[in-house]
């Protein structure tokens, strides 16, 4: 009686990966030459002005971007070059810029061209709940605290960072800690006292943390 073949084993149908170069910058545009436009808000102006030089070092130097200021159209433009690199940096560039309009600092704002899982979310007071006059700067008082007290403990515990723009809110940070950043705001508008909040947020601290 004839032996019986041997089952093939998992390596007979095992093929070798591909190996592909990296796709250059070059080939993914084209070839073309890519290009954004930021609006500079007049209340950003005289910012912008002042803190030009250390805008435009950052995205020259490691994003390798050309960058101008046309003060005809009052917009910062953004465009690659043929020492760009990085194929997502015209657009971490370009939130980077638009941090900065937004009202963010320059060393939190840099975040978004280090790191790949920074975002920002901005809504209004008015998308939570409907307020007006000496409410609506009750809201912001409480979302503010004493001296800003309540907003750098949410700061500081979420690992975010929150601007104030009136009925405006920005959070710059992670996804899910701009989620427990923003839950904690909403609270606050909606008339939450301080301490409850605080209580929240210490215990979401702690789910993230045993995330990581």
């Known amino acids: 009686m004839e032996d019986e073949e041997a089952p093939a084993s998992d390596e007979t149908?095992?093929?070798?990966?591909?190996?592909?170069?990296?796709?250059?910058?070059?080939?993914?545009?084209?070839?073309?030459?890519?290009?954004?436009?930021?609006?500079v808000p007049p209340h950003r102006y005289t910012p912008l002005k002042n803190a030009w030089e250390?805008?435009?070092?950052?995205?020259i130097s490691h994003?390798?971007?050309?960058?101008?200021?046309?003060?005809?159209t009052r917009s910062v433009e953004l465009r690659t070059s043929q020492?760009?690199?990085?194929?997502?940096?015209?657009?971490k560039g370009a939130d980077f810029v638009r941090a900065f309009?937004?009202?963010?600092?320059?060393?939190?704002a840099i975040a978004l061209l280090r790191l790949d899982d920074i975002y920002i979310d901005s809504f209004e007071i008015n998308d939570v709940k409907t307020l007006h006059g000496d409410n609506l700067s009750r809201a912001i008082g409480r979302i503010a605290g004493?001296?800003?007290?309540?907003?750098?403990?949410?700061?500081?515990?979420?690992?975010?960072r929150i601007v104030l723009?009136?009925?405006?809110?920005h959070i710059?940070?992670?996804?899910?800690?701009?989620?427990?950043?923003?839950?904690a705001v909403v609270s606050l508008i909606l008339g939450s006292p301080p301490g409850k909040v605080y209580a929240h947020l210490r215990t979401a601290a702690q789910r993230l943390n045993e995330q990581f």
């Open 83 to 91: 020492y760009t690199t990085d194929p997502g940096a015209l657009q």
């Open 146 to 160: 004493k001296d800003g007290k309540t907003k750098f403990t949410i700061e500081n515990v979420t690992r975010t």
């Open 172 to 183: 710059m940070g992670a996804y899910n800690n701009i989620g427990v950043a923003k839950d």
């Open 13 to 39: 149908f095992q093929t070798p990966e591909p190996a592909f170069s990296p796709i250059s910058p070059d080939q993914i545009s084209g070839g073309k030459v890519e290009f954004r436009k930021i609006q």
């Open 54 to 59: 250390s805008i435009y070092t950052p995205l």
């Open 101 to 108: 309009m937004l009202g963010f600092e320059i060393n939190d």
């Open 63 to 72: 994003m390798k971007l050309q960058v101008r200021m046309n003060t005809r």
């Open 165 to 169: 723009a009136d009925r405006k809110i």
